[in-house]
Structure formats: structure tokens, C-alpha cells
């Protein structure tokens, strides 16, 4: 019996793989904001938008994860899809993100509406299927201070999509959150390798992978950019009769 060939990769949606990568411009992020009309979702786009984290990191996160005198949040653990708490799925998940002026005043923010708040038992899940219970105080709560059982920024249907439309911007999931973090840190100069421990990464090549194409597509003067930071000046062509 004669063996199959096999069939060559399609490599037809290769050129569309940057696509998935689509973070929101300061301004972007602004308009966005002056549409959300539920407060502690505003504050926690914010803050999405300012370290990085995942969805399910942040509706885990508590306050005796949060260290405003070293400045800096301790990612321990992460909200399931099934609600449960667990920890995050590799070693470096569990990081320690160090908080810029602007997540730090969303944290100021939401500490006068849940720090007082009555610490809750939370389970934590291991994956030998023990448990463990630990008394915790959620940074981030329902209207009825009670803790999230979803990761996702919004339950309600089509409320992100609705924000989307009257920001008038392009829809995207709001994972780009998580994007916008590491698009903006890099545009300014953020290291690689640091950039990769805040959000969670063993070593730099996720960041190198994803984001190494985008931000020269981003700034069309990218070159001119990088000339200007090792002090180099901008060459204007000489052209008779000037």
C-alpha cells in the first residue's frame, strides 16, 4: 500500500498572525474609560491596562498581596473559569509586579471601597486535589462586596462589546488589556527581560515573539526613534539649490 504524502503547512494565514495583537492607545484607553459606567470595573480596566496581569490574577488578588510601602503586588493566584482559586499554572506566574504611579492610584482608588471589608474564607485548590482554607480580603468585589466567581473582566452579556461601540473603537477581546501593558512598557524603553517577569514569563521570547513586529509597525519613525536614544541626530538629504 503506497504511503500518503504529507500535506505542506498552510502557511496562508501566516502574515495574519500579527492581527491578534491589538492594544489600546492612551487615547484609546481614555475614550474607553468615559464610557464605562460601572466604577469598579473602570478601576479594574485600569489597572489591567497599567500591570499587566491576567483577568483571573487580578479578580484573585488581595489585599495582603498588595505592598504600597515597597511598591509592589505579590501574584499568588488566579480565578478559574469554574471559580476556583489556584495557583498561578507555572512557577514564574507567581511574581512579583512592581507598580507604576498610575496602578498605584487605582489602588489607593478601590482601598477606600473594599480594604475595610470583612476578610472571607477563600479555598484554594492545589493540584494533588488538596485544599487549603485561608482568610483573605478580595481587592476586587462585587457591588454586593462580595468575591468574584468568574475571571472575566464582565459577565453581563455584551456590556465590553457595547463599551467598544460607544468609544466608537475597533472591538477587540478585552485580553488586548494585557497587551496594552506590554506594547506601551516596550514603546518606552521597558527591558525585555523585566518586562517578562512582570508579566509572568519564564524568559523573553514570548515578549520577542509577539511583540518584536509589532512596535516598528507601530511607530513608523521606529529607526529614527532608536537613532535619537543612542544620540544620534536626524540627517536631512542634501538637495541642489538649497
Request: proline share 7%; glycine share 4%.
Amino acid at each position: 500500500m503506497p504511503t500518503l504524502k504529507k500535506l505542506p503547512k498552510d502557511d496562508y494565514d501566516l502574515e495574519c498572525q500579527d492581527d491578534d495583537i491589538r492594544p489600546f492607545s492612551q487615547s484609546e484607553l481614555d475614550s474607553l474609560l468615559a464610557v464605562v459606567h460601572v466604577p469598579r470595573i473602570k478601576l479594574m480596566i485600569q489597572l489591567l491596562a497599567w500591570t499587566g496581569m491576567q483577568h483571573g490574577e487580578i479578580k484573585a488578588l488581595a489585599w495582603e498581596d498588595v505592598y504600597f510601602d515597597h511598591n509592589y503586588m505579590h501574584v499568588r493566584y488566579n480565578l478559574t473559569r469554574k471559580g476556583n482559586i489556584k495557583l498561578p499554572k507555572t512557577k514564574s506566574g507567581i511574581r512579583k509586579i512592581e507598580l507604576l504611579p498610575a496602578a498605584k492610584e487605582v489602588l489607593l482608588e478601590i482601598k477606600s471601597l473594599t480594604f475595610d471589608v470583612a476578610p472571607q474564607n477563600d479555598v484554594i485548590h492545589y493540584r494533588n486535589n488538596k485544599t487549603k482554607k485561608i482568610m483573605r480580603r478580595r481587592v476586587f468585589l462585587s457591588r454586593d462586596d462580595k468575591p468574584y466567581k468568574r475571571p472575566e473582566l464582565t459577565t453581563v452579556p455584551k456590556q465590553w462589546g457595547n463599551w467598544l461601540k460607544a468609544a466608537k473603537l475597533q472591538h477587540r477581546p478585552a485580553y488586548q488589556l494585557r497587551h496594552t501593558y506590554a506594547s506601551q512598557m516596550l514603546m518606552v524603553g521597558a527591558q525585555p527581560t523585566w518586562l517578562a517577569s512582570q508579566m509572568g514569563h519564564s524568559n523573553t521570547e514570548m515578549i520577542n515573539k509577539i511583540y518584536g513586529k509589532w512596535i516598528p509597525k507601530q511607530d513608523p519613525n521606529y529607526i529614527h526613534t532608536l537613532g535619537e536614544k543612542l544620540g544620534q541626530k536626524t540627517v536631512v538629504p542634501y538637495e541642489p539649490g538649497n
